[in-house]
């Protein structure tokens, strides 16, 4: 049976919670709360800052889209087959960069709805758009981190397959 829709995406995406409780979580939580204050504090300033919020978002995905492109470049079919050998999925290689793509299209959704509120808004939707915009926000820009781990993990697992002769042979089937 084959899969529709996202179900590709969220399994790829299928982290254990030590993955995904890292320092870049723990920023965006920090955000997430700076939101909240803000949205009550200030509802003025909150609402200022959305459109730099959505430009950096911008170029995070950008990042993100160029990451994955550069990555899907270098998996030619003897390193496919290399990674195959030694048990690994390439998908690995891409998912913290599907994470933060993820990420920044839900602040990005977020973002909408603060786009639409004024400083006359209820408080209660302003602290709860402000928690969630800004904890995705800044999750997504801080996961920019572990993407840059994974690129040099990559690089370094490409460098060391060099050492490792392409098998152009197919296994026989019994």
Known sequence: MSKYGLSHLWEALRFDHREILQLDFYLGIGG?????????????????????????????????????????????QPFLRKLTAIGRTPVRYLAPFLFTAVLGVFAALNLIVLSVMSEQSPRVLLAIFGFLATFLSVWAIASLLPCLSMMVQFMGLKTDALDVPDDERRPETK
């Open 32 to 76: 997430g709360l700076a939101g909240i204050s803000v949205g009550i504090i200030s509802p003025a300033a909150l609402l200022r800052g959305v459109a730099t919020d959505a430009v950096l978002l911008g170029v995070i995905i950008g990042a993100v889209v160029a990451g994955v492109a550069i990555l899907a470049a270098f998996m030619d």
